[in-house]
């Protein structure tokens, strides 16, 4: 029986999700995914999806939203891949008693703001160039591991390279329980 495998887009869901394809394609052999876009989960619906309205949409009661519908429809303990918005929302329903397996954020925009880390093992990915990576300072406080990837942006997760490397680590680790 494959592991379970949620996986949390970014702020854009599917409007811009062509990317996650990738991901699907190269996991789903491996896991039972359940996939959720994260628009849906806060219940954003917007006449004008700009950057800007999409984030205030999520700050202004959005990522909590999310985190309430997330709750209510997991109770299993799983893997998680949460990108961007999504890592944050996977971050605050684990500390608000989420099941966990593991969870891998990549580029997770708000978790610079939390005080604790989630109780399962966690991966979390940036580029060097994101905005939204926490200081060196928080990174020690909350005892996170942080990898960053140099030369990449906020967006590194839709890069074909970096698509591989996080569905290589991912399934090295969960294959890699399943052996032992």
Same mark, same amino acid.
């Given at each position: 029986m494959a592991e379970r495998l949620v996986v949390l887009s970014d702020m854009w869901g599917v409007k811009k999700g062509l990317w996650i394809t990738s991901y699907l394609g190269y996991l789903q052999q491996y896991f039972d995914i359940v996939f959720y876009d994260c628009q849906q989960l806060a219940n954003i619906d917007l006449t004008v999806n700009s950057d800007e309205n999409i984030h205030k949409e999520f700050v202004n009661g959005g990522i909590d939203t999310a985190v309430a519908h997330l709750l209510k429809r997991e109770n299993e303990a799983s893997h998680y891949l949460a990108f961007s918005t999504g890592g944050t929302i996977a971050w605050r329903a684990n500390l608000k008693g989420l099941p966990?397996?593991?969870?891998?954020?990549?580029?997770?925009?708000?978790?610079?703001?939390?005080t604790e880390k989630p109780e399962c093992a966690t991966t979390i990915l940036y580029g060097d160039k994101d905005k939204f990576m926490p200081s060196e300072e928080? /990174?020690?406080? /909350?005892?996170?591991? /942080?990898?960053? /990837?140099?030369?990449?942006?906020?967006?590194?997760?839709t890069d074909e390279k970096i698509i591989q490397k996080v569905c290589k680590e991912l399934l090295d680790k969960v294959l890699h329980k399943q052996l032992q």
């Open positions: 966990m397996k593991s969870l891998f954020a990549v580029s997770a925009t708000r978790i610079r703001m939390e928080w /990174v020690k406080q /909350v005892g996170a591991k /942080v990898e960053i /990837v140099p030369n990449f942006g906020h967006e590194l997760y």
